[in-house]
């Protein structure tokens, strides 16, 4: 063994980094023929391609097809139904719709808090099928109901599925459930299954007002197969914008839960491309691996003691699950392994073992290494998107070719620190280089212990390199022996970090490549015992080598195809105060599509500065006059307009004249609106504040979203007598493509309509005039 120590040590470092990824989820998918207690994979997808035929956004006939399907599938359990049917309105967004939530119960032996079931299914409008989000989360809970109901279960508690509306529009239906309905003061605990991708391993993420100690304990003993989720993530989740229907739950009704979400392809998010054919297999097979333990479990757990004061660092790992402590042990594990630490340096340096001119210039290597691979990744990245611009109409910020792109800059990074390292290898003892690395991971342990506890648990990589020290120090046995120790003892670091390596970019973009080539120089330096072996192979050219090349791969498959749609945009505008109409596009160019509305030369920006909302607040990049066609603008009816006590309040009806999807507000001045009220639905005041918003800084007034039943939106609101109003109404329906005032060329197969955006639009922009007082 200790002949061919190096070869054994290549294969087992090799074979821990697969595994670490290859352990994260299922990598079987179960068919038809499981046993009818337990959860299959191929009966679940019956169900997502029912729902996932077409597109079905609020508002469209699809949408109550599909809910009428959910309907039945639960009825065929043996559940009674009901619809809650209930307008809400999200204030911070200012959006709302009339919204159908589905519900279902099944009545527990015990009068203890209930269990609920989440998922919406709603699809983002207008093109995507939904099949991940959240197609994949009905699929999950009709197959796990039917299989937990299958084995003639009786839960303790009783469970209760909501299968809401408009998610996708703020959240809106399960706002109006927990805001409305009786049920929600029932509840205890929540299992949300969401989606921001099509495929990769499902993340659990918690929510909750208080500490995590008693959820964490209880989702392990809950004794889920593949768990996948740490307090790192959770503690970067809060900080994002991101939200789920979950956090609604916890923010007005103090209800603790889970979600469980994958974010991998998420290239296909919110697209044409979330469909039936491109969801992961093995993703929803993970998804089911969640739900059945966690829904046999907390039927009978009880669910009124899981708040908590105290918070647990947490990770999960392979075969154990989820491996958690207290907060409170991060500063004593730290303390001592500190003295720990110092207690080598001093013995090493004291026994002339270790040499102090030595570990000063092993921070040389290292702090190059991250500050070269740093600059690398993040220019590397900014100068990809100038020799590939088609990046830029990917809103994601993860291109298909991205994991490719991951792999190449991680190469790219062991390249670096292999070159740089390589005359310290031959100079200076692994013992002397090690210490820099130990040193940096406890700063970044002290800062986190200041900063992120959730990271805590990067604590092990200072365990990992005190015992390398310890090991280089103390042991006797041959340079051979310590080599294959040293793997090993690396295999944790290896399966609890490089994971991160991938993840980081996939769900947070491309954008961040620099936070993965920072993790690789910091491990890098950790195993510097181990590298230092290579020295005479010349690793640093083979990974420089496989980094050209896997380059060369991406640019291969930076162009669009079939599989990889192109994502273009266009909308025709209608101002009918100026009497002008114009074609506008969110493409940073034109393309053979947008074309035949832009011409060869558009003007690049927008054709105002006032214009309709998007998701990442994208703006219109390319316009062109066009001309005016015979859409019926709404009717706009001032009801009433009085002065009552220093206060004007007014009465505003919104009348289409064709069929519409959306109607925007927006001031073009600062207003404060002492109250606001939309079709009967009155928003609250601001905490401590005497009014409900103004528009000093968000211009955004309203967002509604029309359905069957919405034919007006009446609004009435006061502001105080001094202020003069002056709004502008987007009326929007998606039937660019459909309209008769228009012949248009189809998109070809490569292309799809962008994401996040208004898109395929006719839009009426018109002014709405108020009389000064």
Not at 279 to 308: C, V, W
Not at 614 to 636: M, Q
Not at 749 to 754: K, N
Not at 760 to 765: F, L, M, V, Y
């Amino acid at each position: 063994m200790k002949k061919y120590a190096l070869a054994i040590s290549f294969l087992i470092l090799a074979a821990t980094i697969y595994f670490s990824f290859n352990s994260l989820m299922p990598q079987t998918v179960s068919d038809s023929s499981a046993p009818l207690i337990e959860f299959s994979t191929e009966r679940a997808l019956t169900k997502l391609k029912e729902i996932t035929k077409k597109p079905h956004y609020v508002g469209t006939e699809e949408h109550k097809l599909v809910r009428e399907y959910i309907v039945s599938e639960l009825k065929k359990l043996g559940l009674q139904t009901e619809i809650q049917e209930q307008i809400a309105i999200k204030k911070n967004w200012r959006a709302g719709t009339r919204t159908y939530n589905i519900l279902a119960r099944i009545k527990g032996t015990e009068n203890n808090k209930a269990l609920l079931l989440l998922s919406h299914y709603d699809s983002s409008a207008h093109s995507s099928f939904g099949a991940s989000d959240a197609g994949s989360g009905i699929a999950t809970i009709l197959e796990g109901l039917r299989a937990y109901l299958a084995a003639n279960s009786t839960p303790k508690n009783d469970i209760i599925i909501l299968i809401s509306d408009a998610e996708e529009l703020g959240l809106l239906g399960a706002r109006a459930f927990v805001k409305n309905h009786h049920w929600a003061k029932d509840i205890g605990l929540v299992l949300n299954f969401e989606a921001r991708g099509s495929g990769g391993p499902s993340y659990m993420l918690m929510e909750t007002n208080g500490g995590n100690k008693n959820l964490i304990q209880q989702f392990q003993k809950a004794n889920s197969k593949y768990p996948v989720a740490s307090s790192l993530m959770y503690s970067i989740y809060k900080m994002l914008p991101n939200e789920t229907d979950l956090t609604v739950f916890r923010e007005d009704g103090d209800i603790d839960g889970f979600n469980f979400a994958f974010i991998d392809n998420h290239f296909d998010y919110h697209t044409a491309q979330d469909s039936y054919e491109r969801l992961d297999r093995k993703t929803l097979e993970h998804q089911g691996s969640y739900i059945m333990p966690l829904l046999h479990y907390f039927a009978d757990a009880d669910l009124t003691n899981l708040k908590s004061d105290k918070d647990y660092v947490y990770f999960n790992f392979p075969f154990i699950g989820m491996v958690y402590y207290p907060f409170s042990y991060i500063l004593p594990m730290l303390v001592l392994l500190s003295f720990l630490f110092l207690g080598l340096l001093f013995y090493g340096l004291s026994q002339n073992k270790l040499k102090g001119k030595e570990i000063a210039r092993g921070f040389i290597p290292l702090l190059l290494s991250l500050i070269i691979s740093g600059i690398l990744a993040k220019y590397g990245w900014e100068f990809l998107k100038v020799i590939h611009p088609q990046y830029n109409d990917i809103l994601h910020g993860f291109t298909y070719n991205g994991h490719l792109y991951i792999a190449a800059f991680s190469a790219l990074t062991l390249a670096v620190c292999m070159i740089i390292y390589k005359k310290y290898f031959k100079k200076y003892r692994s013992e002397n280089l090690l210490m820099a690395p130990v040193i940096l991971w406890i700063i970044i342990n002290i800062a986190v212990a200041i900063y992120l506890k959730g990271a805590a648990y990067f604590i092990t990589a200072v365990i990992f390199g005190i015992i390398c020290i310890a090991i280089l120090l103390f042991s006797k046995a041959s340079d051979k022996s310590k080599l294959l120790w040293f793997t090993i003892l690396s295999i944790p670091i290896i399966l609890i970090f490089v994971p991160m390596i991938q993840m980081f970019p996939i769900g947070l973009g491309l954008k961040i490549l620099v936070v993965s080539s920072t993790f690789i120089v910091l491990l890098f330096g950790l195993m510097v015992p181990f590298f230092s072996n290579y020295q005479k192979i010349k690793l640093g050219r083979l990974f420089l080598l496989l980094s050209v090349i896997i380059f060369i791969s991406a640019s291969f498959k930076s162009s669009y195809t079939v599989d990889r749609k192109k994502p273009n945009s266009t909308n025709y505008i209608l101002d009918v105060d100026q009497n002008e109409a114009y074609w506008a596009s969110y493409n940073n160019s034109v393309d053979a599509y947008t074309k035949q509305f832009l011409g060869d030369n558009p003007v690049k920006g927008s054709y105002d500065s006032n214009t309709t909302a998007s998701k990442y607040r994208n703006g219109v990049k390319l316009h062109k006059k066009a001309d005016i066609k015979p859409i019926a603008p709404p009717e706009i009816i001032i009801k009433t307009d009085t002065i009552i006590n220093n206060l004007r309040t007014i009465d505003l009806i919104i009348e289409p004249q064709r069929k519409v999807n959306r109607i925007e507000l927006l001031a073009e001045n600062a207003i404060t609106f002492k109250t606001f009220t939309i079709n009967g639905v009155e928003l609250d005041k601001r905490k401590n504040k005497d009014y409900v918003f103004n528009t000093k800084n968000y211009k955004q007034l309203l967002t509604y979203y029309l359905t069957e039943k919405d034919s007006i939106l009446t609004i009435n609101f006061s502001i105080p007598e001094k202020e003069m109003p002056e709004l502008i109404i987007y009326e929007v329906a998606y039937d660019l493509l459909e309209n008769s005032n228009f012949s248009i060329t189809p998109r070809s197969e490569i292309m799809m309509p962008m994401p996040f955006i208004i898109n395929d639009a006719t839009i009426i922009k018109k002014q709405i005039s108020f009389n000064k007082r």
